[in-house]
């Protein structure tokens, strides 16, 4: 309880969603400013190309957002929603379509907009369903790379921030569905956070 009302105080614009925030890792500003390289950068690429952004809800919502409203070039969304099988097959990455895309990609230049990339493994297995599908380019934007955790290669063509081996919450980031909302990037309290993964 104690230690609640501290972070309620050092982030008293916050409220509630404040309490059991520890370190606050990368500001608003920081992921403002990213976003809009990233942004400038895809319009300049894929400028012409109409080109369809491909998300995994719901975690990458807010990154997804904001990329779009950067770009400067015409451009889709689609998003697509997926669950582990059993524990066994969620080690090898598979994963069942929950939604699938709502048309055919085939021929379409298709950016992979994700959250974050930590053993890459689901990501792995999803991009090679959508390969199959034949689009006329696939590449991958992360907005946070957890580069320590990889087991599997990921081709990464835009990358926001590498992230140390560190459980993180906020910009669309969960921790037990809460916490996406926060608008930085931060850690929690160790009393706050039990082991997830
Ligand atoms: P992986 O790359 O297959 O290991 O899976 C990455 C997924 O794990 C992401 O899509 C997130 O849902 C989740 N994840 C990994 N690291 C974090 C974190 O620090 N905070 C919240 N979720 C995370
Ligand atoms: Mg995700």
Do not use: W
């Amino acid at each position: 309880m104690k230690d609640r009302n501290v972070s309620a105080r050092l982030l008293p614009e916050y409220g509630e969603l404040a309490e059991g925030v520890g370190e606050i890792l990368i500001s608003e500003e920081r992921l403002r400013q990213r976003v809009a390289e990233i942004a400038h950068q895809v319009s300049s690429d894929y400028a012409g190309l109409n080109p369809l952004l491909v998300g995994v809800l719901k975690g990458v919502l807010f990154f997804m957002s904001d990329l779009l409203q950067s770009l400067t070039i015409q451009a889709e969304n689609d998003f697509i929603a997926v669950s582990s099988y059993s524990p066994e097959t969620r080690q090898r990455g598979m994963v069942r379509f929950v939604k699938d895309l709502e048309a055919p990609i085939e021929g379409r230049h298709i950016l992979f907009v994700e959250d974050v990339i930590d053993t890459g493994l689901t990501l792995s297995y999803i991009l090679n369903n959508l390969r199959s599908r034949r689009p006329a380019s696939l590449e991958v934007c992360v907005l946070f790379n957890k580069p320590n955790h990889r087991l599997i290669e990921i081709p990464i063509k835009y990358k926001g921030f590498d992230l140390p081996d560190r459980f993180v919450v906020g910009y669309g980031l969960d921790y037990r569905e809460k916490f996406r909302n926060l608008p930085f990037v931060a850690l929690l309290k160790p009393e706050v956070f039990q082991e997830v993964k």
